[in-house]
């Protein structure tokens, strides 16, 4: 028997550069480092819509062959595997166990009693936020527990850090290139501050993988702002510390929906280097405003434009910000974070 069975989006042998992907893979990781690859077995679930008896039937033998099951599905298999497990464990008892990723299920569960009463009927629930914990408690589900998002990127010592001292300040983003993700506000506000001040005071290095729908489009908007923006392409997490420490800030301008507890601030924290973030769902209470980074209203025109001009005029406040970063990253490291599970699986 294995102690546990890991059913999830691992994508192996494949790049993705989603936070589904890389929290399934983290968790793979982490529980590997703690207990052995020998005592862990995967069923990755990339693609399965296109073979559902055969993920089904591994569904099954995951169960027969583990003690305790760790799903991690996404809003696409949220309604089909904690009911498949919940189904075909009755007569064998295991532990079932649901790592949430993103901040969406508090909403899911509010609107559908049946996917209520299916995930209230595994064992544990683990979310990466209070606030998300709180409103579930709230809903009536009550085998939640607090599980913060961790990468398994490395903190920089306090003696790497990198301190930009002269124009031009270096820019990034590092997500998913989407509109979602604000990609094309953060183009729109570095090309809109260098144009007003007549000169280039910021570059912007965009990290990730482009959105095929988004192509095109994000081509175009590159050839329009100038020289002043450049796609750097896919990264892995495993490398964003070396990628990311020369950056002055990392813009990560969102509005998706589904956004919990973004991968990307950990990097950026991770690597010294502070956020500036909407103040979109779950991110101010990751990101300490004037501490760490600084969140702004989303939607509100000119506001991070404003706040990239108090940037160029006093770059001092961001770069006092860096040892706060590696303060704040040394909280979501994995062996720490990781505890609360593995105390559940015993």
Sequence with gaps: MYKVGICGHLGLGKDFADGQTDKTRAVYKALVKALGKEN???LDTCGWKRKPAAVFLNCIKLLKSCDNIIMMPAQGGVRV????????NRKLNRRLHYVVVGGWLPGMLAEDKKLFNSISRLDRVYVELE????????????NVLYLPNFRETHSLDESGLVYTEAEPYRLCTFSRVT?????DKAVNAVTAVNTRLGRTVFLLDIFGKVAPEYEEEFAALCKKSGDFITYKGFINTDSSTDELKSCFALLFPTVYKGEGFAGTIVDAFAAGVPVIATDWNFNSHIIRNGVDGLVYTPYKDGELERILLEAAENPQRLNLMKKACLERAAHFEADKAVETLLNELE
């Design 81 to 88: 595997f904690p009911a498949l497990f919940e189904a075909f």
């Design 40 to 42: 862990i077995t995967v």
């Design 131 to 142: 606030p998300m914990k709180s409103e579930l408690s709230m809903l009536g589900l009550g």
């Design 179 to 183: 509109p979602e993700k604000g990609v």
